[in-house]
């Protein structure tokens, strides 16, 4: 067992009997009070967030996580279905854990999953950036670029995501799986 001092942000633990990640971890020490760590924390199973206070020194289990690099393979229904390349075993993967970046996944890119005791996928993070083209938009006015004004792009996958006005359709462009931004044009 590991102690308060031992955390950070990122780590999992077991909280209540449910896996958990720290997303915040601060130690606070008030006026005439004694010290005591404030954590955030985000349920693994449902993405919910908790906050709890735990006293200094207090025990606290420590969840050991594997990171794999997979290759997304295909959606079926409510999973994404992902390839290991050193073992080729398919491993079906939650949508939920993807959190934003899963409606901007494609077929064949790399994608890191965390294990809880090697089998139970707990954590899935998209690629950062994907290269995506652009199916439809409205065409833009021509000298229609002084302002920063945004239009709406449906992509090759069926997402929609906001672009500049000086974008056209059949463009490639760039975006941020975290937010899903347009970041740039790509040629």
């Not at 290269?131 to 239009?151: F, H, Q, R, S, W």
């Amino acid at each position: 067992m590991a102690t308060t001092q031992d955390l950070s942000s990122g780590n999992f633990i077991r909280f209540n009997g449910e896996l958990v990640q720290i997303i915040e971890w601060q130690h606070r020490t008030p006026g005439n009070l004694r010290a005591f760590y404030q954590a955030k924390m985000r349920r693994v199973k449902d993405g919910k967030l908790a906050e709890n206070r735990f006293r200094s020194g207090e025990s606290v289990e420590i969840v050991r996580v594997e990171v794999k690099e997979l290759q997304y393979l295909y959606e079926e229904g409510e999973s994404f279905i992902c390839m290991d390349n050193e073992t080729y075993d398919q491993i079906p993967v939650q949508k939920f854990l993807f959190g934003n970046g899963a409606k901007f996944m494609k077929e064949g890119d790399t994608v890191l999953i965390s294990f809880e005791n090697g089998e139970t996928p707990v954590l899935a993070e998209a690629p950062q950036y994907v290269t995506m083209e652009i199916t439809y938009t409205e065409p833009g006015v021509k000298g229609d670029t002084a302002t920063n004004t945004l239009k709406p792009a449906t992509l090759e996958n069926g997402a929609t995501v906001m672009v500049p006005l000086f974008v056209g359709g059949g463009e490639k462009i760039k975006i941020d799986t975290r937010n899903g931004e347009y970041v740039e044009r790509v040629k």
